[in-house]
Every structure is written in C-alpha cells, then in structure tokens.
C-alpha cells in the first residue's frame, strides 16, 4: 500500500497524526518496525525465574526479586513482573472471590458438625475453584460424594453464572441418584433459587458452610489442592478444550486409580461401590466439652455440655498449646 511509505518514524508530526491524516492503521506500521535486539540479561533472569518456579510454583514477582538478589543479579520487581507476565508464569496466589454471597437469597444452617458420615450417597458436597490460563481464567465446579470422596460430576466454564453449577448437579443425580444431604458454601451460585430448587424437588435436605469457617467443606478443599497440584501446575493449560480433556483425563486418574491414604489406600471408586473403607465426621471442639449446661452448637441445633474458651484456656498448662477450633477425622 502506498500510503504507508508516507509515514516516517521519527518524524517531527507524531506517528498517530501520520496515520490520521494518511487514513492508515497504526498496527501495519508498528508491525513494520524491526524487532528490538534480544537483550541477554533478560534471557538469563528469565532462565532462573523459570527455573525458580519449577521449583516453588508459589512465588510471585516479590520472592523472585530476593531469589535474584540471593544469586548476586541486581534487578527490580517491575522487570521481574514484565519477564513473569511474557513467559505466563504467577504465583499461586488467591484470585477470583468465588463465594459471593447474594443478599437476597436464602442461607440454610450447616448440619454437618458431629455427624458420622457411613455410608455412599449419604453426604454430597459441591464447591467452585478457578483455573488460571494463558488469558483469563476458567472456573471449576465439582461434586463430591463425602463417604469415599469419589467425584460424582464435574464442569468447567468462562463465567460464574449459575447455570453450569445446575448442569453438574442435575447430571450428579441422573447418574448416581440423589444423597441424602447436600452441602455447599454460600456463594450465590448455590443459594440461587435454580439450584436450591432441584435439591429441594428431589427432596434433598440443603446444608450450607458457616461464614468464616474453612473445614465445613474440607473435603473439596483437598480435592482442590489435588487437582491443581497434580495437574493444572505441572501442565499449565492454555485453552478450554486443554483444560476440559487434561481434567477429564485427572478426574478418570482421580476416581479410578490414585490410592488415598484417608481410604486405606483405596480408590474412591472401589470404596463408593462396595460401601466400605471410607467416612468422615467433622467434629467442633468450640464449644470444649465438660460437666455443665447443655449449650447449642451453632448450625446443628444439638445441644452439648460446654464451658467458655477462656475458662478452658486459664486451666491449659503454661506453654501447652490450646485446642484447636475445628478438627477433621477421616475413617480410614
């Protein structure tokens, strides 16, 4: 094209009024320019950060400023963010709030706390992670069965709308029929009357994670950091079809063949079909039990003898470390 001879870089008029003036695309000329020189102190910084990161996948641009500065390469975070952003690298930082609560949908109580979990489809419980890719992110939900932590159904889409959450519930229950308690956090995606409204016509008792409380749903926790530490980290998916097959292929692997130590080393698939190996109970050491009053335990609406924390704090021994607030117990 003739008109684009016309443009001079360097030019006392600036290239954008060039362009405007000659009726070109600033792109076709910014494209024309050659490349700028690789500069290798860039190629090195970026040899060790990739290096670094094969390593501890959790450091961001911060920690690899004082890794570089540990191995005598004086270098600041901005650079370090431009290298890291070019090679797709972060650190595996928290990212999209996944969990917002709608105000105008209805909570229901947790149920959970102290019961035994004995048998398959007794507990089913759901949760959304997001996936990082080369561009954006892709979110992830799941479904559980509690007893022998096989994966059920599972979905992955580009927004947070409900309706991909209705999908992997609806296609849960046609293929293993329906538990009788479901729980799930309080995102807004499970509040909503779409999703409540199938648990609700399959007569399925609702159960949702108190707020602020990380082990009401800690068994998608864990298959969470699974997921992302046996699959998505090692192969960094790019795309959405990436994605679906590598976790089609994960979950198959997951299900069928990876041992799990709270299972006696058994496969959730064997011990969802024989009835026998698993279990769970999540117990709530707050209120501590004693001789007393029957106090309320939130959620549950069971009573249970109790003392104030402080008073079990004051009798502690110096030095002895108080009881933790929740605790898991997995029957192996």
């Given at each position: 094209?003739?008109?684009?001879?016309?443009?001079?870089?360097?030019?006392?008029?600036?290239?954008?009024?060039q362009?405007?003036?000659?009726?070109?695309?600033?792109?076709?000329i910014?494209?024309?320019q050659?490349?700028?020189?690789?500069?290798?102190?860039?190629?090195?910084?970026?040899?060790?950060?990739?290096?670094?990161?094969?390593?501890?996948?959790?450091?961001?641009?911060?920690?690899?400023?004082?890794?570089?500065?540990?191995?005598s390469?004086?270098?600041?975070?901005?650079?370090?963010?431009?290298?890291?952003?070019?090679?797709?690298?972060?650190?595996m930082?928290?990212?999209?709030?996944?969990?917002?609560?709608?105000?105008?949908?209805?909570?229901?109580?947790?149920?959970?706390?102290?019961?035994?979990?004995?048998?398959?489809?007794?507990?089913w419980?759901?949760?959304?992670?997001?996936?990082?890719l080369?561009h954006?992110?892709?979110?992830?939900?799941?479904?559980?069965?509690?007893?022998?932590?096989?994966?059920?159904?599972?979905?992955i889409?580009?927004?947070?709308?409900?309706?991909?959450?209705?999908?992997?519930?609806?296609?849960?229950?046609?293929r293993?029929?329906?538990?009788?308690?479901?729980?799930?956090?309080?995102?807004?995606?499970?509040?909503?009357?779409?999703?409540?409204?199938?648990?609700?016509r399959?007569?399925?008792?609702?159960s949702?994670?108190?707020?602020?409380?990380?082990?009401?749903?800690?068994?998608?926790?864990?298959?969470?950091?699974?997921?992302?530490?046996?699959?998505?980290y090692?192969?960094?998916?790019?795309?959405?079809?990436?994605?679906?097959?590598g976790?089609?292929?994960?979950?198959?692997?997951?299900?069928?063949?990876?041992?799990?130590q709270?299972?006696?080393?058994?496969?959730?698939d064997?011990?969802?079909?024989?009835?026998?190996?698993?279990?769970?109970?999540?117990?709530?050491?707050?209120?501590?039990?004693?001789?007393?009053?029957?106090?309320e335990?939130?959620?549950?609406?069971?009573?249970?003898?109790?003392?104030?924390?402080?008073?079990?704090?004051?009798?502690?021994?110096?030095g002895?470390?108080?009881?933790?607030?929740?605790?898991?117990?997995?029957?192996?």
């Amino acid at each position: 094209m003739v008109r684009r001879t016309w443009i001079t870089i360097g030019d006392a008029v600036t290239v954008v009024r060039q362009c405007i003036l000659a009726g070109v695309s600033r792109a076709t000329i910014y494209a024309q320019q050659k490349p700028r020189p690789i500069d290798e102190s860039d190629l090195l910084f970026s040899h060790l950060i990739d290096k670094e990161y094969t390593r501890h996948p959790f450091y961001g641009s911060r920690k690899m400023v004082v890794f570089l500065k540990a191995a005598s390469h004086a270098v600041n975070r901005k650079r370090v963010q431009r290298l890291m952003r070019k090679m797709g690298l972060a650190g595996m930082a928290p990212g999209p709030n996944t969990s917002r609560p709608h105000p105008g949908h209805k909570v229901y109580p947790y149920l959970l706390r102290g019961v035994s979990v004995v048998r398959p489809d007794q507990v089913w419980s759901t949760d959304i992670t997001y996936i990082r890719l080369a561009h954006g992110f892709a979110y992830l939900v799941a479904i559980i069965d509690w007893y022998s932590r096989r994966v059920l159904s599972w979905r992955i889409s580009n927004s947070m709308e409900a309706v991909f959450c209705v999908d992997c519930l609806e296609e849960a229950i046609r293929r293993h029929g329906k538990p009788e308690i479901f729980n799930s956090d309080q995102g807004s995606q499970f509040t909503s009357d779409a999703f409540t409204d199938v648990l609700k016509r399959e007569g399925i008792t609702i159960s949702m994670d108190g707020r602020g409380r990380a082990f009401d749903n800690i068994f998608v926790e864990r298959l969470w950091r699974n997921v992302k530490h046996e699959d998505v980290y090692l192969k960094g998916y790019a795309s959405m079809d990436e994605l679906m097959a590598g976790l089609a292929e994960y979950f198959i692997f997951y299900n069928g063949e990876r041992p799990h130590q709270s299972l006696g080393q058994k496969t959730p698939d064997v011990v969802y079909r024989t009835g026998t190996g698993g279990g769970a109970i999540i117990v709530d050491k707050y209120p501590c039990a004693v001789d007393g009053a029957p106090v309320e335990r939130s959620g549950t609406g069971a009573p249970s003898t109790a003392v104030p924390r402080s008073e079990v704090t004051a009798k502690a021994k110096p030095g002895q470390r108080r009881p933790a607030v929740n605790e898991i117990q997995c029957a192996a």
